[in-house]
């Protein structure tokens, strides 16, 4: 990985950019994530779990274990499958791939939000590809069935060579779907409830004072990993910061100096910046300082939606699912912005997505292929995580709690260390 990492010139880590966007409570959270960051900087400290916890090496590579969290958690919990942000407008779409299910979600001409599948209800064939788009109408590429945004089917190509049916029976079969804090959440089972409040608990007014409705998307691309489990460990610690990433994001955040709280099954972890170690050494008062420049959070939704740089003027949204094997995810990363995108701001938020996905992909993602190769090479052992990476622990912890709470017979359970 030094290879990897020595090839990404420092020069290229783009600043960050402060924001003063959050205000009210939003503004009191980060100033309280920067009061016990500002501590830990002084006393060289990080927020630890009670104690260390191990996870069987099964756990990432099991195929029945695998099977049953797709059925027992993926397709049964609201998963965070859109930002409001990228259906802008009236007649919007993206469709994407979710857990090996093709997924369409629309913002309709009365700007509401639908979910359905993307599975043409002539003979099957996928209706929109992979991406966003705007249109007023889905159109098959088959035989060009055609159906509204909210999924009903309103025009057959050659209807009166076709013969009769009952086309109020060939509407898209739809998904729950619920719009909240600028977040479009969609359930993998059609007929099931979303209980978005719920779900979201004491981290739903979090998410709402980052504003993510009022952010812009400026890119969206997807990128290939290692098992979901794996994958996502990588965003719920800096223990290895200065270790995996001394060229890049060492070069603005401090190694294994972090907060973590956890709410329900989603978590937030903040790092401090190398921002706040200067300012404490140069004897400024934390109380004055800006948190957006000063704090580096990560607001983690389950299954694994991570906000990076969600305080500042631009951030990074990636989403991470299993697809239909066990050794292999997908993750979605998506670089956002306060501000509309024009001529004057295009070329740094290329530059900036192009440094997020290079590290994430180069050093992160390599290195979790890493630890697949490994895990299946060292059967009936352990992975152990530390009191310093209490953010990997919850979110096994969660994962577990999940399965056994949502547990069908004849499914697996996850294997106890
Ligand atoms: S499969 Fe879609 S129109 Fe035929
Ligand atoms: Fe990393």
């Known amino acids: ?99 090996g299910v093709p997924v369409v979600i629309t913002r309709d001409a009365k700007g509401e939000v639908h979910a359905m599948l993307n599975v043409c209800r002539h003979r099957g064939a996928l209706i929109c590809a992979q991406g966003h788009g705007e249109s007023r109408a889905l159109t098959c590429p088959y035989h060009a069935w055609s159906y509204g945004l909210d999924g009903e089917l309103r025009g057959i190509y050659g209807e009166s060579t076709f013969g009769e049916f009952d086309k109020s029976e060939r509407s898209l079969i739809q998904l729950p779907v619920v719009e909240a804090a600028g977040l479009i959440f969609v ?60 060229n890049t994001v060492f070069k603005t955040n401090l190694s294994n100096t972090a907060i973590f709280d956890g709410y329900g099954p989603h978590e937030r972890v903040a790092f401090a910046l190398r921002n706040l170690e200067n300012n404490l050494k140069e004897g400024k008062d ?60 295009r070329e740094e938020l290329a530059t900036f997505a192009d440094f997020f996905y290079d590290v994430t992909y180069e050093e992160d993602y390599i290195t979790g292929y890493g630890v697949q190769k490994g895990v299946r090479n060292v059967g009936g052992t352990t992975q152990i995580y530390g009191r310093n990476e209490p953010g990997v622990q919850y979110a096994h912890a969660t994962i577990n709690r999940l399965m056994e709470e949502n547990h069908v017979e004849g499914m697996a359970l996850p294997k106890r260390a």
């Open 1 to 99: 990985m030094a290879d990897v990492a020595a090839q990404l010139k420092p020069e290229v880590v783009p600043a960050y950019i402060a924001s003063s966007v959050l205000d009210g409570q939003a503004r009191e959270e980060a100033m309280g994530m920067m009061r016990r960051l500002a501590e830990h900087v002084r006393n060289s400290t990080t927020d630890q779990a009670d104690g260390n916890w191990q996870e069987p090496v099964e756990n990432y590579a099991d195929e029945e274990l695998f099977r049953a969290e797709v059925e027992t958690v993926f397709k049964r919990i609201p998963l965070p499958l859109a930002l409001s942000c990228e259906l802008p407008g009236k007649n919007t779409y993206k469709a994407l791939e979710a857990v």
């Open 187 to 246: 359930c993998l089972t059609p007929g099931l409830q979303i209980d978005i409040d719920s779900w979201l608990g004491d981290f739903k007014p979090i998410l709402e004072g980052l504003k993510l409705d009022e952010c812009h998307l400026y890119s969206s691309r997807m990128m290939p990993g290692p098992n979901w489990k794996v994958t996502i460990e990588g965003y719920l610690e800096g223990y290895h910061f200065a270790s995996l990433h001394p």
């Open 286 to 345: 934390v109380e004055e300082l800006d948190p957006s420049a000063n704090v580096g959070a990560i607001f983690w939704i389950f299954p694994g939606m991570s906000f990076a740089g969600a305080m500042r003027e631009r951030m990074t949204c990636s989403l991470v699912l299993p697809t239909t094997r066990v050794d292999e995810s997908m993750s979605e990363q998506r670089v956002l912005t306060r501000k509309p995108i024009t001529d004057d701001n």
